[in-house]
């Protein structure tokens, strides 16, 4: 049976005497609770690969590759290190405290709250739990409303899956949102727009509660390198076009010389075409806008495009073809941009060329507006590599293609400014959602300390000041 907003307070109280009871805190239960997760991906593949296609049309292969696989290698990396990160490190002393010994222990923070996005219902709920799980708290999950699908399916598998109740499943839409919003928790992680991660901030600074945020941006890409156009092109559409663009990393906008359009243009229709074939409606493999409201936005931002690419459309399906288009002689990107398709994150099959005169133009272009979550370089050139590293600034940096470093289990995901804040996946979800506790121990015998207390003479504190002064 659904949650209702009067459960809300009683399911947030429970998860909070499960991790009160310290049930979650041995190493040996935050493995279980690993391994049962696993159990619930594997032994229903079959359910969220239905859910996933119901929800957005993704294909059995994109789901596993972009959701339920990345998840899985999550839990197999946390597995593998979870043992030397649950261990005790020894903490450095100073000289001026000697003799005392010191160490470093993780402790869980609590109960933590996941609110996550539609366009990739499974990966960004699990994804993060996989952390939260292994630093050994308890956790209740919002799936999206918009992937109605998904969400059933998690509020149906989780209480089979963590019978302990360490884990547990809200449903609902902006009211249960809101109402979760309002009980204290002692850490939150939302993926979604800067809008609504904007609202999730200021409820919990009402509880001083940290947050971990992901929250988009429009991500660009730069092309230079013709001598591996063909490939460029391929890896550029799949990035864009996977999940019907719907996916937070994906490139927003190409960046090019306006000598490199032409060709640029013809290299990604080949790509779409070996990708999704001549008709990407007939594709078993290309997904779906989520809703109407999100079809009618993304087909309203054609209007006054060049489009060369795509552009064919059937509202009833919540169809929109891969569709690219060219722009040139634009100063910006963002609210101040000359049309609409620049203006804010597109989050959909909507793929902008833009011409630029140089790559300094385009870093210029870039530095203008808010840090993006991702950026991707497709070049031969070092010194162009070096130049985006060095001069702009973003969640991460891909050479040579897209998406895929999200991944990578050992690098860490988060934005920068605008972007989001806080990261996770492996030992960085470890570091979000643990405390690092110093505990020190200063032996009573050998009462060095009396050089630091009252009445001060002047020999004790000059040898005093010169031990602190060394560090």
């Not at 999950?141 to 089979?160: D, F, G, R």
Request: charged share 20%; aromatic share 6%.
């Amino acid at each position: 049976m659904p949650t209702t907003t009067a459960d809300i307070p009683a399911v947030v109280s429970a998860a909070r005497e499960v991790f009160d009871s310290g049930a979650t805190r041995s190493p040996a239960v935050r493995a279980a609770s690993l391994r049962a997760m696993r159990a619930m991906l594997v032994e229903n593949e079959a359910a969220f690969e239905a859910a996933l296609h119901a929800d957005l049309h993704k294909s059995a292969g994109e789901a596993q590759l972009t959701e339920i696989s990345v998840v899985l290698a999550e839990i197999s990396h946390t597995l593998r290190h979870l043992r030397k990160w649950t261990r005790p490190r020894r903490g450095p002393v100073p000289m001026v405290l000697w003799p005392a010994r010191a160490k470093l222990v993780s402790e869980p923070l609590g109960v933590v709250l996941v609110i996550a996005p539609w366009n990739y219902p499974v990966l960004l709920l699990l994804g993060p739990l996989v952390g939260v799980l292994a630093a050994g708290n308890t956790a209740v999950l919002k799936p999206s409303e918009l992937a109605p699908a998904t969400s059933a399916l998690m509020a149906k598998l989780v209480p089979q899956y963590f019978r302990d109740g360490a884990v547990r499943v809200v449903e609902g839409a902006v009211q249960e949102t809101t109402d979760l919003l309002e009980q204290r928790f002692d850490h939150i992680v939302f993926t979604g727009s800067g809008t609504v991660g904007r609202i999730v901030m200021r409820a919990a600074a009402e509880h001083l509660t940290p947050v971990t945020l992901e929250l988009g941006g429009k991500s660009p890409a730069w092309f230079d390198d013709d001598a591996h156009l063909e490939q460029a092109a391929r890896r550029l559409v799949w990035a864009k076009f996977t999940n019907a663009g719907q996916t937070c990393v994906a490139p927003d906008y190409v960046l090019t010389t306006p000598d490199r359009v032409p060709a640029l243009v013809e290299a990604c229709r080949k790509a779409i075409a070996d990708l999704w074939g001549t008709e990407p409606r007939a594709s078993r493999d290309y997904g779906r806008v989520v809703n109407e409201r999100q079809f009618d936005r993304l087909v309203s931002l054609l209007d006054g495009t060049n489009v060369v690419i795509g552009g064919e459309h059937d509202r009833a399906e919540r169809y929109l073809a891969p569709t690219v288009v060219t722009l040139s002689g634009t100063a910006a990107i963002g609210p101040d941009a000359a049309h609409p398709v620049l203006r804010e994150e597109i989050f959909g099959p909507v793929l902008p060329i833009v011409a630029v005169d140089s790559v300094d133009d385009a870093v210029d272009l870039i530095t203008g507006w808010d840090k993006p979550l991702a950026l991707y370089v497709f070049s031969a050139s070092a010194r162009t590599r070096r130049l985006f590293e060095q001069r702009t600034s973003s969640g991460a940096v891909v050479h040579d293609a897209g998406l895929v470093h999200v991944a990578a289990a050992g690098l860490p995901f988060g934005g920068v400014g605008a972007s989001g804040m806080g990261a996770y996946h492996g030992t960085y979800s470890w570091q979000s959602f643990s405390h690092l506790k110093p505990v020190l121990r200063k032996p009573l015998l050998l009462d060095t300390l009396r050089l630091a207390q009252p009445p001060f003479h002047d020999l004790g504190r000059k040898l005093a000041q010169r031990l602190m002064r060394r560090g």
